[in-house]
């Protein structure tokens, strides 16, 4: 797949319970496919997304099994 960008993928799954650290070194954006989670500061259902600026650092909690994209931008 070619997005035409200088970007990193990740494909992130979790099951309930599971938690997973993101950080980035630039601009950093998950995209929920399926599932719900939770961060320290907002709830995710599928289809929902937030973006993270440089050197953020944020934990997502898996309410349920999910499955997520991570685009890490410079």
């Known amino acids: 797949m070619s997005i035409n960008q200088d970007a990193h993928i990740s ?8 938690q997973y650290r993101l950080s980035s070194s630039g601009t950093g954006y998950l995209h929920l ?6 961060s320290q500061v ?3 259902e599928a289809g929902d997304a937030f973006a993270t600026d440089k050197d953020d ?4 909690y898996a309410d349920s099994a999910l499955e ?4 890490e931008l410079p």
């Not at 494909?11 to 599971?18: C, D, S």
């Not at 496919?33 to 939770?38: K, L, M, P, Q, T």
């Not at 650092?57 to 997502?60: A, D, E």
């Open 11 to 18: 494909r992130l799954q979790l099951q309930p319970g599971e």
């Open 33 to 38: 496919v399926s599932g719900h989670a939770h």
């Open 42 to 44: 907002q709830v995710l």
């Open 57 to 60: 650092t944020v934990t997502i």
């Open 68 to 71: 997520a994209l991570w685009f």
